[in-house]
């Protein structure tokens, strides 16, 4: 897909893949051209139907700004950004293979064209398709509640009544969006199989990797043979820019807290990166506001009343694999990717997002027991000042995050995509 989050992953696979010396071409969104080339792949954009900004989604999906977060404006979200374009985007992976004849396609699992290639034609006649979970599992099973609702499992047959009773809610209620899929693959040639779509996304393809640790996913008793946790990707340590002025500071006496909205979802930093400085402006500690966006440090200057406090150094972007091991507690709004980078260094985090799939992150975060989720997108300044302090004070959450650090080191992504995509092409 072409967004950062679910371009970023696919991006390292692929630059790994080149390394050890296999051709690649990377089909992708067509501002990304330039960080494939980098990663040592051949670029071929996506077409126009397929292709958006997710910088800028409301511009790129007129009417998406009038709902609100929640069910509606996740209802557009499947149709119009993950639906509608899996024509266009199975078309695209046909005319690459016709002139590139790859042995193996690795697909992030919200590009659903390539789910369009698995079930259009036989097994022997395509080449083999690895899956990528970058989101949170969104595999249905009798274990976990629905994805989306940001529950965690309950225990016990209790648990699995509860769960049966929201997935047979969901399916009523999702009836319409179903035939609205059935109806988008069949314009492809394709037939959905029966069951939640979700299922599909994770079963059908040879392999699906979901980049994350049993420790931070629900498990799941009825999953498929070819559903494999293998672990997060280190990220790129960023070391092409200058470090900023102050870095010195992070390594000093004082608790450092990081606050970031992410990349995505960070227009209005008044929901959580202002209400954490202003929660943090009389405390001791090194407030790292990572804003995500050129114009973020003027902007919460702005919100903060023209002047940011004493403690807190705002930036656009830090390279957050080398601040990190010298941070204390991170606060987000629930990025996957950022919160797991967090606990592969063992930094409890503080959670409060309610876009996207950030209600699942956060879930998962109290469910792993290396955070707190505030369950909201929007908390007021003294709910983020108890949460830090929490998190700061009780020697639980880093032990846990500890842990989990230690079971993500476990795990070689890489070597294990690597492997699958040599077995697979045997």
Do not use: C
């Amino acid at each position: 897909m072409p967004a950062l989050g679910h371009t970023g992953p696919l991006l390292a696979i692929s630059a790994d893949l080149a390394a050890r010396g296999h051709e690649v071409v990377f089909l992708g969104g067509a501002r990304f051209a330039g960080a494939a080339a980098r990663a040592g792949a051949r670029f071929v954009a996506l077409p126009a139907e397929a292709d958006f900004d997710d910088r800028d989604l409301d511009a790129s999906f007129p009417g998406r700004s009038e709902l609100p977060p929640g069910p509606e404006r996740i209802a557009f979200d499947v149709r119009r950004v993950f639906l509608d374009p899996v024509p266009h985007q199975y078309r695209a992976l046909l005319a690459v293979l016709a002139e590139f004849p790859a042995e193996t396609v690795i697909a992030d699992a919200f590009l659903q064209g390539a789910l369009a290639l698995a079930l259009g034609r036989p097994k022997g006649e395509r080449p083999a398709l690895i899956g990528v979970g970058v989101t949170p599992s969104m595999l249905p099973s009798a274990d976990t509640a629905p994805f989306g609702l940001g529950l965690p499992p309950m225990p016990g047959e209790e648990g699995r009544a509860r769960n049966r009773a929201l997935q047979e809610e969901l399916d009523r209620r999702g009836e319409p969006l179903q035939r609205y899929a059935e109806r988008v693959f069949a314009e492809a040639g394709v037939r959905l199989p029966e069951g939640p779509r979700g299922r599909a996304v994770v079963a059908v393809p040879d392999v699906f990797v979901q980049l994350t640790v049993p420790g931070f996913e629900y498990p799941r008793s009825d999953a498929p043979a070819s559903y494999r946790l293998i672990g997060a990707l280190p990220g790129a340590v960023g070391g092409e820019r200058p470090l900023p002025s102050w870095w010195g500071e992070a390594t000093g006496e004082r608790p450092v807290v990081v606050v970031t909205q992410g990349t995505l979802a960070n227009t209005d930093l008044g929901e959580l990166i202002a209400p954490t400085v202003a929660a943090l402006a009389e405390r001791d500690v090194l407030v790292v506001a990572a804003t995500g966006r050129p114009d973020g440090p003027q902007v919460l200057a702005g919100l903060m009343g023209g002047r940011l406090p004493d403690n807190v150094r705002a930036v656009d972007h830090v390279p957050f694999e080398r601040l990190l091991p010298h941070t204390d507690a991170l606060v987000s709004n629930g990025g996957y990717g950022g919160v797991q980078t967090a606990l592969r260094y063992g930094v409890p985090v503080v959670v409060a997002g309610v876009s996207e799939d950030k209600p699942e992150v956060a879930a998962r975060v109290q469910w792993s027991g290396t955070g707190l989720d505030l369950r909201t997108g929007r908390p007021a300044p003294e709910a983020v000042g108890w949460a830090v302090e929490q998190v700061l004070g009780e020697g639980r959450f880093r032990e846990r995050a500890r842990a989990l650090g230690a079971e993500f080191a476990e795990y070689r992504p890489f070597d294990t995509i690597a492997g699958l995509v040599e077995s697979l092409a045997r």
